[in-house]
C-alpha cells in the first residue's frame, strides 16, 4: 500500500468519484443488468449531483483512496442507516459503498478503507453498523466476515427496473 493514500473527499473530488463509481459498478455488476437498467442506475446513483450531495452533507462521510499519479483507485461512503431495518436504533450508521478498482483488489486497500469507516463509527460512539451487499457477491460477504459483519436480514435492491436480492449485514454495538 506504498504510494497510497486514503483521505476525506472534497468538492473538488465529485467528477473524479463519480466517473469511479460508475466504472467501479459497472466492472463488478454490469453483466447482470440491461443496458437501460444499467444506464438508469448509473444516471441517479453515480451522477455528480449524487456526489456532490454526499460531499457536501454533515452527516455522510465520504472517502477517496489515491494513487502516487494521482488518480482515485477506490472509494467509500457511509452515513446514516438508510437501509429497510426494522427496530433500528435511532443512531445506527450504515456502510454505503466500498469500492476498489479492479486493478488494486485484493491488496489491502479495502481492508484499510473499512479501519478507516470503523474508525469513523467508534467517533460517533460505536452504534450498531449495517451494510447490504449483493446475494451473489461472495467475495464482499467474506471480506465484511472478516470485520464482525453478520448477515441478519435481506431486501430488494432496485437496478434500474431490475430487482436485486441484497443481503442485510449487520456489525452489532460492542
Ligand atoms: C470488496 C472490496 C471492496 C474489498 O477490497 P480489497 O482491497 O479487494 O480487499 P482486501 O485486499 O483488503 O481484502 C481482500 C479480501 O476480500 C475478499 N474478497 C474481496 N473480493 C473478492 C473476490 N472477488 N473474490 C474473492 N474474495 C474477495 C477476500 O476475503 C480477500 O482476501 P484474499 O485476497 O486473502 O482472498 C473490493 O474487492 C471490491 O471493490 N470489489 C468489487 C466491488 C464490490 O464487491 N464492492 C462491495 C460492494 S457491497
Do not use: C
Request: aromatic share 12%; glycine share 10%.
Amino acid at each position: 500500500m506504498r504510494d497510497i493514500t486514503i483521505a476525506e473527499a472534497t468538492a473538488g473530488d465529485v467528477p473524479a468519484l463519480s466517473k469511479l463509481g460508475a466504472d467501479t459498478f459497472t466492472a463488478k455488476f454490469g453483466p447482470l443488468y440491461a443496458a437501460a437498467d444499467l444506464q438508469a442506475f448509473i444516471d441517479t446513483a453515480h451522477s455528480a449531483a449524487y456526489y456532490a450531495s454526499a460531499v457536501a452533507s454533515q452527516e455522510t462521510a465520504v472517502w477517496k483512496a489515491e494513487s502516487v499519479s494521482g488518480g482515485l483507485i477506490g472509494y467509500a461512503l457511509a452515513g446514516p442507516l438508510g437501509l429497510p431495518v426494522e427496530d433500528a436504533a435511532a443512531d445506527a450508521l450504515e456502510i454505503k459503498r466500498l469500492y476498489v478498482s479492479t486493478a488494486y483488489q485484493s491488496a489491502g486497500l479495502g481492508g484499510l478503507m473499512m479501519e478507516v469507516m470503523l474508525g469513523w463509527a467508534r467517533a460517533q460512539g460505536d452504534p450498531s453498523l449495517y451494510l447490504g451487499v449483493y446475494s451473489d457477491n461472495t467475495g464482499a460477504q467474506k471480506f465484511y466476515g472478516r470485520y464482525g459483519f453478520r448477515r441478519i436480514g435481506q431486501y430488494q435492491f432496485p437496478v434500474g427496473s431490475h430487482l436485486d436480492l441484497e443481503y442485510i449485514y449487520l456489525k452489532a454495538r460492542q
